[in-house]
């Protein structure tokens, strides 16, 4: 299909909360496809929609040569200890060195491109992708989850790369 223009920090659709899929039709489909092809593009472990300029509770996810569709995926967290993450983001320009808190094991569902109940219980990078991506879908970033000063130092670096 097409590789999309990642959405940066700064557009407000990354501010949104996405919209649930009502029905997985074509332009689901399509969108789902664009993904795919965005991800594969530009690198990175998962991607969700609003970052291609949709906001709909769409997600993608690799897990090694895969990459799996969650549509209107739900995050319960099954263990409350936390790991920390070092994170990245398309959105953010991919910039490293920022570490966030995230839970050890989280269980997703959703549903597939077809529509059939999925579920996924998830520990360590999963895991961490998982509420990465559906956080993405809040209208959240890991930058909210960075310490005041952390969050100003990266804010510094995503001017840098602008100017
Ligand atoms: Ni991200």
Do not use: W
Not at 25 to 36: F, T, W
Not at 137 to 154: A, Q, V
């Amino acid at each position: 299909m097409a590789i999309r223009k990642i959405r940066k920090i700064g557009d407000p659709v990354l501010r949104e909360i996405a919209n649930k899929v009502d029905k997985i039709d074509r332009s689901i489909k399509d969108i789902v496809k664009d993904m795919i092809d965005t991800m594969k593009e530009e690198g990175g472990l998962g991607l969700a929609a609003p970052q291609i300029g949709i906001s709909k509770r769409i997600i993608i996810v690799r897990y090694g040569d895969r990459i799996d569709t969650f549509i209107n995926p739900e995050l319960e967290v099954l263990d409350d200890n936390m790991t920390k993450s070092d994170e990245g983001c398309l959105s953010i320009y991919s910039i490293q060195g920022f570490t966030v808190d995230r839970y050890k094991k989280v269980r997703v569902r959703a549903k597939n491109l077809k529509g059939k109940p999925l579920e996924v219980t998830a520990e360590g990078l999963l895991a961490i992708i998982f509420q990465h991506e559906i956080d993405h879908l809040k209208g959240k970033m890991f930058i909210d989850h960075l310490d005041p000063t952390s969050r100003m130092e990266l804010l510094d670096r995503v001017n840098e790369f602008k100017s």
